[in-house]
């Protein structure tokens, strides 16, 4: 597959056709983050801290979110990790419902499945969610695929149709299901995993990203521990061996204030005027690739 130049990459429609190509080869992996569950119908940061103050009745502070985090386990939980996972975890769900009718209305669920199932035309088999939630692995069961939820690294190796990594921890939605042990949500739990190359979880995911070519979807780039891993990604990718200036995508608004900040990075930034139209550009990657005369290349 001949590289593309600079120009090729600033062609939204030229960076399109190539993921599809790419997708053909199995080498694309989706990256997902709070944005995305916001569109899965799950709250975001700051409500989920809102909900957990509301529950303890406990008044809302104006720190930032991992400090928050941090005040609602000292105060309300007196350090106990065990009970402050799981009120993360009931606060995430608080009136949502998980049943297959409602997941299979959710658009943008419906085109990051369409990107996992595997088909002549390629697929998607590793996704790397930032997400507490299982909703993505939830929706592929529900057709049948069989699907493995990490939550805990190093992992054996499976014969899963794909697999999901939640290196910042993971809350299955099905209560007969324990939480893992690893949540990163206070700013103790940052410090102690940010830019630890080291660290099993980081090795993790600079290995899936420097192997693959990655679409980062609902991830603002504020993450410290992502920015790390982002960094260490860009100095070993494969790309950069082919002499690609772009080792992945992501979608985002023109006003995004830190969409430099990714192009520099290696990832290129695709500008979107509305966050509902991600779920159709997922979905026209996969009819390219499924085109005729991709299948013939």
């Known amino acids: ?27 694309v992996a989706l990256v997902l983050g709070a944005g995305a569950s916001i569109g899965f119908g799950l709250p975001d940061w700051g409500t989920l801290m809102d909900r957990m103050c509301a529950r303890l009745q406990l008044k809302r502070s104006t720190l930032p979110l991992e400090a928050e985090a941090s005040r609602i386990q000292r105060e309300a939980y007196a350090g106990d990790r065990t009970k402050f996972v799981a009120a993360v975890r009931e606060s995430l769900y608080d009136g949502f419902s998980g049943k297959f009718e409602s997941l299979r209305q959710n658009e943008l669920l419906a085109s990051v499945g369409a990107m996992v199932m595997a088909s002549a035309r390629g697929g998607v088999r590793r996704v790397v969610s930032f997400n507490f939630d299982d909703l993505v692995e939830q929706y592929l069961r529900f057709h049948g695929f069989v699907v493995r939820s990490i939550g805990e690294w190093p992992a054996w190796n499976g014969r899963e149709d794909v697999s999901v990594l939640h290196p910042h921890g993971l809350l299955p939605i099905d209560p ?66 082919q002499s690609s ?26 500008n979107i005027d509305s966050y509902a139209r991600v779920p159709a550009m997922l979905l026209a990657i996969c009819q390219t690739a499924a085109s005729d005369e991709m299948l013939q290349e």
């Open 176 to 241: 007969s299901r324990k939480p893992g042990e690893r949540l990163i949500l206070t700013q103790a739990d940052f410090d102690a995993v940010t830019g630890t190359a080291t660290e099993p979880w980081h090795r993790a995911c600079v290995e899936t990203f420097s192997t693959h070519f990655c679409i980062f979807v609902g991830l603002s780039g504020a993450d410290q521990n992502l920015r790390s891993m982002r960094l260490q990604a860009q100095k070993v990718h494969i790309a950069g061996r």
């Open 245 to 270: 200036p772009y080792w992945g995508v992501r979608f985002a608004l023109t006003s995004d204030e830190r969409n430099g900040e990714w192009d520099e990075q290696g990832v290129r930034v695709i």
């Open 1 to 27: 597959m001949q590289a593309l130049d600079i120009e090729e990459w600033s062609d939204d429609a030229v960076v399109l056709e190539r993921i599809s190509q790419l997708l053909r080869r199995g080498s």
